[in-house]
């Protein structure tokens, strides 16, 4: 294995560490700012990301992801626990949805900060300055990856709360019981949809973000 290689091997874990620890501490911060303690009661606040590490979204996926080759890695990490009861009583179903979205909100404003620094990292002059600008290219990529899967409408995905969050919002309760069955089966069908050439329809996106923020 050579320098490159270690080098963006390197900056890609650290950036799907800081996009997958960060966006669970903006649940639990946004909920907090909704008078929900439970998150920093247990010290998931915390950017220690020992606290967040997943064996299966932050180890075996992104593992398995690199072993195959694949284009990007993406990944998660140990969900924040959050009193969506005591989020809903101080401030509505609209506060929920706040919360299921704060961490895609904060990958997407993460990817584009670290697209705007790219040109600026470029071109390196140093070990330092390629691993920068590795770590900033990994960056945007995984962010934005993340992003898009967590907005996938299936259980437990954030996209998922929102949608059945906006829903119980707008009154559609029908809906909501129809919705909230699919949930015990949610990670069968996402795992199913991951290896699946579906999950290339549902990334598309990925592409059209990538060329709205990414220097031309």
């Known amino acids: ?11 890609s874990i650290l950036a799907l560490i800081v996009a997958v620890v960060g966006h ?19 010290g998931r606040l915390s950017i220690n990301p020992i606290r967040h590490i997943d064996p299966i979204g932050t180890i075996l996926v992104p593992g398995m992801l690199y072993a195959m080759h694949a284009p990007f890695l993406f990944g998660w990490a140990k969900p924040v626990p959050i009193d969506m ?16 979205l704060a961490g895609i909100t904060y990958n997407l404003l993460l990817a ?3 697209a ?10 140093t070990l330092v300055g ?11 990529m995984i962010n934005v990856v993340l992003a898009v899967f967590n907005l996938w409408p299936i259980p437990p995905l954030d996209g998922s709360q929102a949608l059945r969050f906006f829903a119980a919002k707008m009154g559609w309760r ?24 579906l999950a290339q329809i549902l ?9 709205l923020i990414l220097p031309g």
């Open 130 to 140: 390629a691993f920068v600008y590795l770590f900033l290219a990994q960056s945007v």
């Open 24 to 42: 669970e501490i903006m649940h639990g911060w946004v909920a907090y700012r909704y008078g929900d303690p439970t998150a920093k009661s247990l």
């Open 85 to 100: 009861n005591v989020v809903i009583r101080n401030g509505g179903y609209g506060a929920a949805v706040a919360v299921s």
């Open 174 to 197: 029908r809906f909501v019981e129809t919705y909230e069955r699919i949930y015990p089966y949610g990670m069968i069908i996402l795992f199913a949809i991951l290896f699946t050439p």
């Open 116 to 125: 705007t620094l790219i040109p600026l990292a470029w071109p390196p002059q």
């Open 1 to 11: 294995m050579d320098t490159v290689e270690i080098l963006r091997i390197s900056a």
């Open 203 to 211: 990334f598309v996106p990925v592409d059209w973000i990538l060329r």
């Open 112 to 114: 584009a900060f670290s």
